[in-house]
T-cell receptor, first 115, second 115 residues
C-alpha cells in the first residue's frame, strides 16, 4: 500500500512569507504528526492531529499551525517565515496515535529553505 | 528540559563487524523506546522498539538493550552491511498515552560502513 506522501518535496521561500505543507497519511491512518528536523536541533515534535483535532503540541511559536481534514490529510502552515525555519519538515502517520501499539510511518519530508 | 541524547555523533565500522550505537535518556517517566534509521533523502524508518518492562529485545540482525538504572539504551547491529549506513535515532515516549502521539528524539548517530 502507498506510504505517507508529502508535497511539495522542496520549497524555497523568503523571509516574511508564509508557507503551507501538505501530508497524505497511509490509507486508514487517522493520526498525523509533524516534526521539524534541523542539523542544530535534531528532530523536534511540532503537533499531532487526530480526527481533525489537534491533540498534542510541541514547543513551537504560534507562527506554526496545522489542521487536519475529514479524510485525515493534514497541512501545516508557517507564517512570517524566519531564516531559522529552514528545515526538513516530516510528517508521520499511524492508525490512532497509540504509542507502543500503532507504528508510526514517516514520509520523505519537505525541504524548506528560507532566504 | 528533558531530552534523549546520543553519546557519539559518528561511528565508522568495517563491513561484517558488529556496530553498537548508544543513547542516554533523562525522562524517567518514559516507558517506550524506539530506534529509527534515516537514510539520506528519506524519513526515519522504524527498526525496533522496547518497553521499559524488558531489558533486551532482538530483531533481525538487531538487538536493543535497555538499562533503566542508568537510563541508557543501545542498538546493536550484527554483521554490519553497507546498506546499514545511515543516521540512527533513538526516541522515547510514554506508551498508551491518551493524549496522543509524541516522540522525543535523540540527536542521531551517523553510521558509516566501510567495504
Amino acid at each position: 500500500k502507498a506510504g505517507v506522501t508529502q508535497t511539495p518535496r522542496y520549497l524555497i521561500k523568503t523571509r516574511g512569507q508564509q508557507v503551507t505543507l501538505s501530508c497524505s497519511p497511509i490509507s486508514g491512518h487517522r493520526s498525523v504528526s509533524w516534526y521539524q528536523q534541523t542539523p542544530g536541533q535534531g528532530l523536534q515534535f511540532l503537533f499531532e492531529y487526530f480526527s481533525e483535532t489537534q491533540r498534542n503540541k510541541g514547543n513551537f511559536p504560534g507562527r506554526f499551525s496545522g489542521r487536519q481534514f475529514s479524510n485525515s490529510r493534514s497541512e501545516m502552515n508557517v507564517s512570517t517565515l524566519e531564516l531559522g525555519d529552514s528545515a526538513l519538515y516530516l510528517c508521520a502517520s499511524s492508525l490512532e496515535g497509540r504509542e507502543g501499539v500503532d507504528e508510526q510511518f514517516f514520509g520523505p519530508g519537505t525541504r524548506l529553505t528560507v532566504l | 528540559g528533558e531530552s534523549v541524547g546520543l553519546h557519539l555523533p559518528t561511528l565508522s565500522v568495517q563491513e561484517g563487524d558488529n556496530s553498537i550505537i548508544n543513547c542516554a535518556y533523562s525522562n524517567s517517566a518514559s516507558d517506550y523506546f524506539i530506534w529509527y534509521k534515516q537514510e539520506s533523502g528519506k524519513g526515519p524508518q522504524f527498526i525496533i522498539d522496547i518497553r521499559s518492562n524488558m531489558d533486551k529485545r532482538q530483531g533481525q540482525r538487531v538487538t536493543v538493550l535497555l538499562n533503566k538504572t542508568v537510563k541508557h539504551l543501545s542498538l546493536q547491529i550484527a554483521a554490519t552491511q553497507p546498506g546499514d549506513s545511515a543516521v540512527y535515532f533513538c526516541a522515547e515516549t510514554r506508551a498508551g498515552e491518551t493524549s496522543g502521539s509524541r516522540l522525543t528524539f535523540g540527536e542521531g548517530t551517523q553510521l558509516t560502513v566501510n567495504p
